[in-house]
């Protein structure tokens, strides 16, 4: 993923070359103008969610605000060479840890992702175009979908439309998973 000014200059550079107004996007995107600025100026790195609403609203690939580089298929990334790209969207202590697996595949669809997921208070539902699928690896995971709450262990997953409000969370400590996100073109 790219670092958190980089995803805000190029945010900035789409909107205002689409004559966007931060207040335009943030109408378009249903996020709050001061969010938007505070992604634009670096502050903070959004939740998937909230790149996915963006990159629709200004047209472009969620790939477009991730990448820094092409990478010729096929993309392989090596356990032991997974790299953390940024710390959290909850800001400098937060509690999702994001790994990416496709980074540098500039034409995909998917948003593969490796995520260390710390224990976490505010469950704060997001929904967003498209399906993901998340499968455990470690520790229990809660997925609340729309009204209804599941606790997922070691080698379950979910799958699931992604439009319905729905938080994933560790329970009883750190989790690990593996999501797939699939947002339409």
């Known amino acids: 993923m790219a670092e958190k000014g980089k995803l805000g200059d190029r945010m900035k550079k789409y909107r205002e070359q689409l004559g966007l107004s ?3 996007l943030a109408t378009n995107t249903g996020l709050k103008p001061a969010f938007i600025e505070d992604v634009e100026t670096g502050k903070v790195y959004p939740p998937l969610g909230s790149i996915i609403k963006i990159s629709r609203a200004l047209g472009q690939r969620v790939g477009t605000f991730m ?3 092409f990478v010729p298929d096929p993309v392989i990334v090596r356990a ?3 790299a953390e790209e940024t710390s959290s969207h909850r800001g400098a202590g937060g509690h999702y840890r ?3 697996l496709g980074k540098g595949k500039t034409d995909r669809h998917m948003e593969p992702l490796f995520i260390k997921i710390g224990e976490d208070e505010p469950k704060e539902l997001s929904s967003h175009e498209g399906e993901e699928f998340i499968i455990v690896v ?3 995971v809660l997925v609340k979908y729309g009204k209804e709450e599941h606790v997922l262990s070691a080698g ?3 799958y699931y439309n992604s439009v319905v409000p729905h938080f994933i969370g560790a329970v ?3 989790a690990e998973i593996y999501a797939v ?3 339409p073109s």
């Open 67 to 69: 990448d820094d580089q």
């Open 181 to 183: 996100l699939y947002a």
């Open 138 to 140: 470690s520790g229990k």
């Open 98 to 100: 994001y790994f990416p």
């Open 80 to 82: 032991g060479a997974r």
């Open 156 to 158: 379950d997953s979910a």
């Open 172 to 174: 009883g400590g750190p």
């Open 22 to 24: 931060v207040g335009d």
